[in-house]
């Protein structure tokens, strides 16, 4: 009986290690090992809850402080080589985005009668106007629409207005193609739109759109023919959400999110998977205070943008 007893339990053992095997070596290892932090000639510069936007044909990032309503373009290595903007010349910069040719997509607000009106103008890199651009064919759903950021992908303006809960699309010249009232897919009533709104957002290189709502505790991948992806819960533990804010896919399809709360970002598979996470609460150079935004450069750097004047610290991930 117990020579039966010990057999019955060695195989249940073998087969419950059997069934571990391939998640085990499937699942991939993710590390994340701090470099640096965006800097000048004095020393770290303490951004707060900035925009990075990766140039990745030059190598180039622009930082956009929407305190100063100012860019400041930084090399390879995360030293600033430029500036521009801090005089007006061009409004009150919000964003910009970079076109294949290297010129710069740079909106802005203008003063306009009793207050500002969003302005589109293409730039050269030093942030000289060469034309403004004209949004034409905008449908009556989109009025009253105030976007605080534009990316630009093969050909297509994205704008969003986080507020409003929409992603307005034009070609190059600003003649509308398609809108997205991302509250509505969702399936939010208009109270709820009204209490919620979007804090991260990204598009990735085949147009899929990636956003955050953090009351919701959920992250979503919407593709352009409008078929969308949820996913998320709400917990401390590792690959759950506390405040989830930034995200964006890199160009393997990984899935990067920082959590607010938890100073830390997590990486996800184009399955939403969850791998792993990097960085932790501290004042120390790997440590994070409050992170907030992300982007990804073709060298597979990440850059998190914090709070409390800690800068834009700058990551190398490695998945294997």
């Not at 930082?63 to 860019?71: I, K, L, N, P, R």
């Not at 207050?115 to 890199?125: E, F, T």
């Not at 034409?136 to 986080?162: A, E, T």
Request: with cysteine; proline share 4%; aromatic share 12%.
């Amino acid at each position: 009986m117990k020579s039966k007893l010990l057999r019955t339990n060695l195989l249940m053992l073998l087969t419950i290690l059997f069934l571990m095997l391939p998640l085990t070596s499937g699942m991939a290892e993710v590390k994340g090992s701090f470099l640096y932090k965006l800097s000048n000639f004095t020393g770290t510069i303490p951004f707060s809850w900035v925009r990075v936007v990766p140039d990745k044909e030059m190598n180039e990032i622009y930082v956009v402080d929407t305190s100063e309503g100012a860019v400041r373009i930084f090399n390879n290595s995360g030293m600033e080589i430029y500036n521009f903007g801090d005089d007006g010349s061009i409004g009150y910069i919000y964003d910009i985005a970079v076109e294949e040719d290297g010129n710069l997509l740079v909106l802005s607000y203008k003063p306009a009668g009793n207050g500002l009106k969003p302005s589109i103008l293409r730039c050269n890199y030093r942030g000289e106007e060469i034309s403004e651009i004209d949004i034409k064919n905008l449908p009556s759903g989109f009025s009253g629409f105030s976007p605080i950021q534009i990316s630009y992908r093969d050909g297509h303006l994205y704008m969003i207005d986080k507020n409003q809960m929409k992603v307005l699309v034009t070609d190059k010249n600003g003649l509308f193609e398609n809108g997205y009232d991302l509250a509505s897919i969702i399936g939010l009533d208009e109270k709820k739109r009204a209490d919620t709104g979007i804090v991260g957002f990204s598009i990735d290189r085949e147009g899929n759109m990636f956003f955050t709502i953090p009351p919701l505790f959920k992250a979503y991948k919407l593709s352009p023919d409008r078929k969308l992806t949820a996913f998320g819960q709400r917990g401390g533990a590792p690959g759950k959400f506390n405040i989830v804010a930034g995200i964006v896919s890199d160009d393997k399809g990984y899935v990067y999110l920082t959590d607010t709360l938890k100073c830390a970002v997590m990486v996800f598979d184009k399955d939403f998977n969850f791998l792993s996470q990097f960085g932790y609460r501290g004042y120390d150079q790997g440590g994070l205070i409050a992170p907030r935004e992300l982007a990804v450069d073709g060298a597979g750097r990440i850059y998190v943008v914090q709070s409390a004047r800690r800068g834009v610290s700058v990551f190398q991930v490695k998945i294997d």
